[in-house]
């Protein structure tokens, strides 16, 4: 089970239009290009309109630089006939770009040494109207994921004004000892042994 979510990176264009990616090693929250590396992700992309027809796509990285390995991803628009492909960045968004939109990727494994699996959404919506993509996706990097980046058509298209990323991280819940009294007692129901519970090492202890 996941830990609370920790803000780990936040960056935004503000109300530039000129503005054709979006790179979390731009948050001078941190030092460096790396947001702290956690088991868990959560990445929030929000995009303004700008440019029509374009797709939005996304690269992972680290401190040696964005990986630029091959992402193979599926996806499907409004429920409808799946599609495939693999390229050096991932078709991360919604295609044919127009309208405000946010997407959400889970990174559920974010390992040293492993494959990264994600599975994704996309909801773009305006003038009444709404969309969705679901997309699933592998990156080969090996390195836990501490960077990301995003753009349309990767850098050949302006993102909108307040567009953003915001990327959520969490570790395993650590086990937790019993909300137990100092010196409770337990007797199991077959031997008629009896334990004594040690509260500040949370530990069953026999007695004699």
């Avoid at 868990?40 to 440019?51: A, D, E, G, K, T």
């Avoid at 909300?179 to 202890?205: E, K, Q, R």
Wanted: charged letters at 15%; hydrophobic letters at 30%.
């Amino acid at each position: 089970m996941a830990s609370s979510w920790q803000r780990l990176a936040y960056v935004t264009n503000g109300s530039s239009t000129s503005t054709t990616m979006l790179d979390t090693a731009n948050d001078s929250s941190f030092s460096g290009d790396d947001f702290t590396a956690k088991k868990h992700l959560r990445i929030l992309v929000q995009l303004r309109p700008s440019s029509s027809g374009a797709n939005l796509t996304g690269r992972f990285g680290n401190s040696s630089g964005i990986n630029s390995e091959t992402y193979y991803w599926r996806y499907n628009s409004n429920g409808g006939s799946d599609a495939t492909g693999n390229s050096s960045y991932s078709r991360v968004g919604g295609h044919s770009y127009n309208d405000n939109g946010l997407y959400i990727i889970n990174v559920p494994a974010n390992i040293d040494g492993e494959d990264k699996l994600c599975f994704s959404h996309w909801l773009q919506g305006g003038s009444g109207t709404a969309s969705r993509v679901e997309i699933s996706f592998r990156s080969q990097i090996s390195a836990p994921i501490t960077r990301m980046q995003v753009s349309l058509e990767f850098g050949s298209t302006d993102l909108g004004a307040y567009s953003s990323i915001l990327v959520l991280g969490a570790d395993d819940q650590e086990d937790a000892p019993p909300n137990l009294p100092n010196g409770s007692v337990f007797i199991t129901s077959d031997t008629n042994v009896h334990y004594m519970f040690n509260s500040s090492a949370g530990t069953w202890n026999e007695v004699a």
